[in-house]
Nanobody, 126 residues
Framework: VQLQASGGGLVQAGGSLRLSCGASGRTFRVSAMGWFRQAPGKEREFISAIRWSGDNTYYADSVKGRFTISVDNAKNTVYLQMNSLKPEDTAVYFC????????????????????WGQGTQVTVSS
């Protein structure tokens, strides 16, 4: 499975961005997809995840109520709508895909994800 993330950019605090992650290849193996981010000098952290069926979503407390994850199975694409952005949201955002029940069981952790996109920079100015 190959992942291509896009949609990052520079935005003022309070603004919005929508990230996209297109999956190609053996997407039939995907059971869930996630978004993680890594700020300078910090470890990569979980942001949001969704089952490939779209019926369950998960969010980190820091983005709950501001970010929305969704999936378009017809396009093999996962979106992350980010509203009310804050300077502390500045980071490189990575999308990931995992297969099987192991990903579902540990959907907010990095280890179960087998495939990772290249990352897209999000910068929020104050």
């Amino acid at each position: 499975v190959q992942l291509q993330a896009s949609g990052g950019g520079l935005v003022q605090a309070g603004g919005s961005l929508r990230l996209s992650c297109g999956a190609s290849g053996r997407t039939f193996r995907v059971s869930a997809m996630g978004w993680f981010r890594q700020a300078p000098g910090k470890e990569r952290e979980f942001i949001s995840a969704i089952r490939w069926s779209g019926d369950n979503t998960y969010y980190a407390d820091s983005v709950k109520g501001r970010f929305t994850i969704s999936v378009d199975n017809a396009k093999n694409t996962v979106y992350l709508q980010m509203n009310s952005l804050k300077p502390e949201d500045t980071a490189v955002y990575f999308c990931s895909a995992g297969s099987g029940i192991s990903t579902i069981m540990r959907i907010t952790q990095q280890d179960p994800y087998d495939y990772w996109g290249q990352g897209t920079q999000v910068t929020v100015s104050s």
